[in-house]
């Protein structure tokens, strides 16, 4: 377990490095920091000073290892387009971004998973059909055209949510939430639709190809069989089955989930990391880009870590050393 | 013999393909769909009334007509025009040859590359191997529109002012590099099973570089998978390009993808002018639907397991 | 566990009462851009002093018809031709505390006129500022200042102690993206005080208890939201998230007025938006033409000039929301020449004077423009493009947001570029100073991003500077409107007529220097 | 003959296609007594499979049984409601698959998936059904049964896991196993231990076998009787010391090539040219002419019906009692090149 755990452990490290590394080459490389921070008012003087503080003068392993430290403490320098400190930036925006993908990750879950076993047990069922159908639909629909139309039905014309925005939020130590007021609530309900469809679709879609996948394996064949009951096979056997892929993909996508809130946040201005990162992207905001990419890494390593995690718990081939089984 | 065998094998694979294909009413549609998109974005400059993208042709006296059909609709603009007088059906047209245009050079781009990979990773192994799928697996955590903003942010800061006319590239180049994953282990996968063949150990006795040989091999089985995600990825990577020009990070203004024309729209949501929007909206929504129907028609048929 | 969890719920909805909405005059309003800095000298955009005249006040301010009232001063005198005394206002105290004095005055001055202030051009004329007493305070001029008082409602005042204890002496470098104290805090001793700050998400102020003043109206908090997209702007204001937008879409105008719950305050602005021309540089920083700048040849700004259909852009892009002009001020502006004319449009004119000037087959060059500061500036940006296509012109379009924008072409690094002037003091001496005199990093051309130079009108302005006899310096002013018109020193758009929209119960009082002065704003 | 435990009556297995019905399993008839082994054997594709699938009533579809009866005890199951079949599936008649290594599934321990078929089959406690499947865990051969219980199953070796296997067929002690291709995927070690236990099992619980495998080797160590299957159709049946001793079809006669054991070693074997027809173009008449070397017109004209030919039955025109002078066909000699 332990040593499982550490495995993993070092391979998200190594899988961070990678990612700094990215972000590093950005920040310092793409662009000239110098120049950009200089202003109309510098001097030669004055930048080979800066150049000087910013430690552009050593040696690339230095810089990278300074870089690193920078940004184990959260430091990822000062926003070109803002002008403050990006880790200010991104914390104030942190909560408004999890808040949303976490709503429209549970959406996702909560509606994906049973849609795509019911689709997968009856495939052949008018109902299936008609949510797979659809599910192509939904695929098809790029993000920011159901955020529209959202907006276009249910703000304009109906006048029942708003179309933009949190709400009124609460501030709770370091943390702004809108899961407490009433506007915060009825704010949240397009935006969690906008970025859980897509996902949805995305995971029904999977969960069914997986659970035809299984119901097609022979040890499901064989525990028919031996008379096990249809509830007995499918949900006993089968399901569980299925999860252990789900799992890994169902993962990948909800990470990307944070990623993908650019769109639906830029769609409803929501006061998010995504809306800051586009802003960033047409203002060539490197350090903010950096600081997002590096962020969307941590991200994924955790919850990559949680879904081996959950891996190690429902497959019992993980969890069993090797070295019991009797070989011949 | 085996040529003969293989060939028949490949008759009838084709056979079977044009059957179902024949048999499935959506797929019939869906090609026809896609065809005429992209009949009319191959031939835009022939069968548009207008060239919005030449800027000396737009007359600000022509913008935000309505449709023809509607009371101050022009027949010459016959879904109307947006803000600036732009033709809304040329535009389309226009925009659609853009967004095809992307998404063809993009894919190709990515099967390229993931082919390449792929290869590469299940023949050599090893590190070289772990290390690709890794970058694989890293990148796959980040949502293909993700990669594609961060391509476009530093493709404008080493590019300052040069950005609008490499736009394009930068567009290619940006979804393409996004999606090569899926390739790369399609391929990976084919080629290691392939690799402890017999011939493939025998090419060495003929002097012949295995990777060659495999390529030959491996590609003709690969060829199923690699074409179904080929098409589902022209759907995801239309998809991508309207995105980023509806953040205004993708083409230019003056000559706008159908993502350009729904932004603009979206702005005359409450004035009135709603076909500015509906229309390019639904030219999006109908090519990426068709494009998204073959290609599920082609893994259902490629792949009969999982009908 | 379970009194953990009873306790956590209890808590919830404790905060959940404290967060309910509690005050009636709370005023939420929204415009298309964000507040660009508190530093009050780093920039000069009228929104951005708005803003900031919350927090700050100025010696002198305007009342409702644009006549000169006290403010931090209580009474004034010219004791000598370049001499004003100022008598300050006793018991006034800035927020955190320290009280005003005349040194506090002598400090701001000093600030403003410093080297990387960009609002010098309030002060054009000022020398230096001396104490005399603690509320007594001196302005030496260079002569005799005929609208210095109206410079002075721009002229904020900030406290020195606060400036020298935070390290903000120094003026923000804005274009360098310099970040200090200043920039998101403000302490000074006006109604509002700033309580939070989120680029591009909210700006929060609340109303100062130890005010000197009696607020005439009764806004208590402030929330302001940039929100870029139109159709999300006029979408926050029917749905009642917002009480007020500043800048409603021309083309939502007839929505929002059929709206029960909205009204809609029309009025004129006294801002003339225009294009300006890089007319300095031997070549072009964004054009093919090389070795030569075709924007010194006279020919082709006529050329420009002329191939803009400005009705046009008024019929569609404005909906009639502007009125198309040929003159750097507004009438609403002291000095305004009703007898310059709105340039004839003529495409073939325009082609027949680019033949002529050797430009025949037209050349490529790039227009600078922002998406988040005038009506509709960008897709105005566009339509000049394809009008300029007409006449052979290749202009590619650069749009961004201001923030960006301004670090831009403040910076000179433009060739073509869209700007706004509405002129703070009403008084043409501000305009042709900011925008046409040469620039001379004392103040005058601050904002003459094109480098227009020319030395009889750089005269002139001097002159007008220091005229006393007023009709004399009318006809100065109209000689200068003139020359700058026939110099074709911009290529002038329009004034933009700005409506504001807000929820019925919103009371204000509209303003054509388009600022929002909250304390006559009334929640009902 | 007693009174037979399974009978199947002219069964018939289509599979409607695009391309139209395919006949997988045509006129397929026989019988298994109880406590009989019945071996199928035929190259892959030629039914055996399908005709195990369809007598536990799980034939995948669009597969159907157009035809013919299935008869258990005297009782039709082929025609029963989902639920009845499946009461009987596992108690009265078990399965084995080819493969051990998936038919297992490997997210349960093999304990719980025993318990599991005892319990939805036998009325008992969790704590008996546990005592039972160590029982049969030991009576399959697997050492230590009470701690391997718990294990799962990729802890188990290919041969001990087809123990498993059969340990969970035979749980609710029925009356007939149908083992299709049990040992296929298994060492040859381990093969012959997997059959010697399922003779053992049979023997010891009188329980019959029907036996699917393509491996004559297999049969004729095991069966009782043997029914060869070609193109959905038996060609031979009889039993198994007969039918090995002088095949009567050409096309058994070529099978024997699969056990040299049985043959003399300095004949040389029969090869059978070609291979089965796939069953889109199923030739008319026999379908083994095109590959038979006794072929003569009447096998191209009509099809055969299964004849005696002595102590077996034969699908061959050879059997016709018109044709026997004729053609002196295989006729318990082996045929020399």
Redesign the interface.
Known sequence: MTAFVIRRLL?AI??ML??AFVAFS?FQY??DPVQL??????TPADRIRLTHELGLDQPFYVQFFHFVVNALHGQFG?S??????VSV?LA??LPATLELSICAALLALAAGIPAGVYAGLRPNSWLARTAMSAS??G???????IG?LL??VF??KL?WL????R????H?GGWSTGL??R?GLLSLIMPTITLGLFQLTLIMRLVR?EM??VL????I??????????R?VNF??AL??TL?PVITITG?QL??II??S??TE?VF?W?GMG????????????PV?AAY?CL??LV?VV??LIVDLLYYV????LR?DRA????? | MANRLAAALSEAWDSDLAWSFRHSPWAMAAAAVFLACVGAAMLAPWVSPHNPFDLAQLDLSNSLKPPAWIDGGDPSFPLGTDDQGRDILSTIFYGARISLEVGVAAVLFSTVLGVALGLVAGYVGGRIDAFIMRVADVQLSFPAILVALLIDGVARAVLPGAHDSLAFWVLVLAIGVSGWVQYARTVRGSTMVEKNKEYVQAARLFGIHPLAIMARHVLPNVLGPVLVIATIHIATAIITEATLSFLGVGVPPTEPSLGTLIRIGNDFMFSGEWWVTLFPGLALVIMVLAINLLGDWLRDALNPRLR | MRKGVSLCISALFATMLVAAPGYASTFRWASQGDILTFDPYAQNESFNNTFNSYVYESLVQYDKKFAVVPQLAVKWEQIAPTQWRFHLRPNVKFQEGEPFTADDVVFSIHRQLSKRSMTKSYLVGVVDAKKVDDLTVDLITDGPAPVLLRQLTDVRIMSKSWCEKHNVVEVQDYVAKEETYAVSHANGTGPYILKSREPDVKTVMEANPHWWGKPEGNVTEIVYTPIKSAATRTAALLSGEVDFVLDPPPQDLPKLKSDPNIKVVEGTESRTVFIGMDQKRDELLYSNVKGKNPFKDLRVRQALNMAVDREAIKRTLMRGQSIPTGELITPEVYGYDPTIKVPPFSVAKAKALLKEAGYAKGFEVTLDCPNDRYINDALICQALTSMWAKIGLKVKLDAMPKAQYFAKINKLDTSLYMLGWAVATFDAQDALINLVHTRDGKGSGEYNDGSYSNPKMDALIEKIKGETDVPKRLALIHDALRMHAQDVAHVMLHQQIIPWAMRKNIAVTHSADNRLRMWWVHVN | MTKPLLELRELRIEFPTRRGTLVAIDDVSFAIAPGEVLGVVGESGAGKSLTGAAIIGLLEPPGRIAAGEILLDGMRIDNLPHEAMRRIRGRRIGAIFQDPLTSLNPLYSIGRQLVETIRTHLDMDERAARQRAIDLLREVGIPAAERRIDQYPHQFSGGMRQRVVIALAICAQPQLIIADEPTTALDVSIQAQIIALLKRLGRDHGTAVMLVTHDMGVIAETADRVAVMYAGRIVEIGPVAEVIRAPRHPYTVGLMGSIPSVVDDRERLVQIDGTMPRLTVIPPGCAFHPRCPHVFDRCRRERPELLDADATRAACWLHAPGEKSANAGPRGTKVRR
């Open positions: 391979q190594v899988v990678v990612v950005l793409v662009g921070m200089m202003g109309q008012f510098a000062v070109l387009r803002i002008g403050k400190p930036l104030q925006r192509l639909l695929v098809s629909l790029p993000t920011f055209l529209i907006i276009l703000a304009v006048g708003p179309a933009f925005g709400g009124d939020v609460v709770l407490l007021t506007s190809s035809l996948e097609r394996a022979d040890y064949k064989f525990a028919r069989a031996r008379g096990l009951s249809d007995a006993g056997h569980k089955n252990v990948l990470g990307s990623a993908f650019i769109i830029q201005q006061p809306l800051l990162f586009v802003q960033a992207v047409s203002y060539a905001d490197i880009m990419l969307i890494a994924f919850i990559n429902v497959d019992p081939r069993i019991g089984a009797s070989g011949h």
